[in-house]
């Protein structure tokens, strides 16, 4: 398995690490295109990681951000990943940073997913997260779509998916689009996700949907954790 684990005993530590690493690969992409897309994860544990990025000196007016997933509420509310995102990431330097949010209210998924035809075929650099049951982005264990999600004919890369309350509504991207990253790079917290990770490690399985992101071939692939 291809596949580089980075643990760290501070979570500030791998804040600048992962900062670090993740504004490398834009700025490979950058060079080698012109242009850089990366896709990031909402929740909490990203935000000191989002901080560090947005002092990154690179062209940020070159880069595109989208997000994972997101939960089906405007960005004034608590819950929105986008909300996150434009507080914690596109700030200082990375203000430039052209963002494309999942959601927008009154669209119809089909809009959506025209909308995004913009972003390029292959992202530069995929950051995921992890939850306790080991789902990532909005495809869980339990839900209704995690076939769709997860499948490789899916044909549009933005679902319809029921996730955890408080928000059930949500869009994810699949796992296909996900998947067509150069780099992609798991950052996870905590005792409990560590034991989730070894399980996952082991063979891909349906019950961990996130194992079926580590066990992908054919692109550069990291664990970024900490206690």
């Known amino acids: 398995m291809n596949l580089k684990l980075h643990t760290f005993t501070r979570t500030d530590a791998l804040d600048q690490a992962l900062s670090a690493c993740v504004a490398a690969k834009l700025r490979d992409g950058i060079a080698?295109?012109?242009?850089?897309?990366?896709?990031?994860s909402g929740g909490r544990t990203p935000a000191g990681f989002f901080r560090?990025?947005?002092?990154?000196?690179?062209?940020?007016?070159?880069?595109?951000?989208?997000?994972?997933?997101?939960?089906?509420?405007?960005?004034?509310?608590?819950?929105?990943?986008?909300?996150?995102?434009?507080?914690?990431?596109?700030?200082?330097?990375?203000?430039?940073?052209?963002?494309?949010?999942?959601?927008?209210?009154?669209?119809?998924?089909?809009?959506?997913?025209?909308?995004?035809?913009?972003?390029?075929?292959?992202?530069?650099?995929?950051?995921?997260?992890?939850?306790?049951?080991g789902h990532t982005a909005s495809i869980f264990p339990d839900s209704p779509q995690r076939e769709a999600a997860l499948c490789d004919a899916s044909n549009h890369p933005l679902l319809f998916a029921e996730g955890k309350a408080p928000v059930t509504a949500r869009l994810t991207l699949t796992a296909p689009r996900l998947l067509a990253t150069r780099s992609l790079i798991l950052h996870v917290t905590g005792e409990h996700k560590w034991q989730v990770l070894g399980q996952a490690l082991t063979a891909p399985t349906p019950a961990l949907p996130i194992s079926h992101f580590l066990h992908a071939e054919g692109l550069e692939k990291h664990v970024f954790w900490t206690r």
């Open 32 to 40: 080698a295109h012109g242009k850089a897309a990366l896709v990031v």
């Open 52 to 133: 560090a990025l947005g002092h990154a000196d690179l062209d940020w007016a070159r880069v595109t951000i989208t997000l994972a997933d997101e939960r089906c509420v405007s960005e004034d509310s608590p819950h929105s990943n986008a909300r996150s995102v434009r507080t914690h990431l596109l700030q200082g330097r990375a203000a430039a940073a052209n963002f494309l949010p999942l959601y927008l209210p009154a669209e119809h998924i089909d809009a959506a997913n025209a909308r995004l035809a913009i972003l390029p075929e292959r992202f530069d650099v995929v950051v995921l997260g992890m939850g306790d049951d």
